[in-house]
T-cell receptor
Framework: TQLLEQSPQFLSIQEGENLTVYCNSSSVFSSLQWYRQEPGEGPVLLVTVVTGGEVKKLKRLTFQFGDARKDSSLHITAAQPGDTGLYLCADQAGTALIFGKGTTLSVSS | ETGVTQTPRHLVMGMTNKKSLKCEQHLGHNAMYWYKQSAKKPLELMFVYNFKEQTENNSVPSRFSPECPNSSHLFLHLHTLQPEDSALYLC????????????????FGPGTRLTVL
């Protein structure tokens, strides 16, 4: 059974700081997805990456996929309070999405 | 607005009660999902429906009973639950459903926060 480990579990920072969160898999990703879940809402897809070494940017968010397709990072530049939420990585495994436990990010102004 | 709505948003029930969770999607999708999100565990897939047919039951106890009367509606019927069933229950939908070799974006509803006393 594939396991996704996310770190850190919790992160509390000030507005304007940079941060990186990580996702590591016990096996090669089929298709890596990153989600953000805000309090009281369901997860929302941020990005999908499938190619080893791939880098995608979404405004202040930069997603990197490891060459071996077993790890990924999400870097946020100049964090804002609106970035607060639970960041989840997931892999498509057959007919199911496998999720990590997530990183809870809190950005205070 | 994600196009997926869930009711109720919060539910408190005793272990002997029977209740139902409702999910409705307004996106014209053909696949719908139930997930369970507990405080200390990753988000877990429970059931998958493609074109109203159940295609996945992820070893879910029989006290959870799904129903999909049409492609837009999904229910989760609950009976004789246990306190450990307390969690956030999320519904999601996607255009075609997850099949091997494809990536089909799932859109999640806001969830129902369930507390079993």
């Amino acid at each position: 059974t594939q396991l996704l480990e996310q770190s850190p579990q919790f992160l509390s920072i000030q507005e304007g700081e940079n941060l990186t969160v990580y996702c590591n898999s016990s096996s090669v990703f089929s298709s890596l997805q990153w989600y953000r879940q805000e309090p009281g809402e369901g997860p929302v897809l941020l990005v999908t990456v499938v190619t080893g070494g791939e880098v995608k940017k979404l405004k202040r968010l930069t997603f990197q996929f490891g060459d071996a397709r077993k790890d990924s990072s999400l870097h946020i530049t100049a964090a804002q309070p609106g970035d607060t939420g639970l960041y989840l990585c997931a892999d498509q495994a057959g007919t199911a999405l496998i999720f990590g436990k997530g990183t809870t990010l809190s950005v205070s102004s | 607005e994600t196009g997926v709505t869930q009711t109720p948003r919060h539910l408190v029930m005793g272990m002997t009660n029977k209740k139902s969770l409702k999910c409705e999607q307004h996106l014209g999708h053909n696949a719908m999902y139930w997930y369970k999100q507990s405080a200390k565990k990753p988000l877990e897939l429970m059931f998958v429906y493609n074109f109203k047919e159940q295609t996945e039951n992820n070893s879910v106890p029989s006290r959870f009973s799904p129903e999909c009367p049409n492609s837009s509606h999904l229910f989760l019927h609950l009976h004789t639950l246990q306190p450990e069933d307390s969690a956030l229950y999320l519904c999601a939908s996607s255009q075609e459903g997850i099949t091997s070799g494809t990536t089909d974006t799932q859109y999640f509803g806001p969830g129902t926060r369930l507390t079993v006393l």
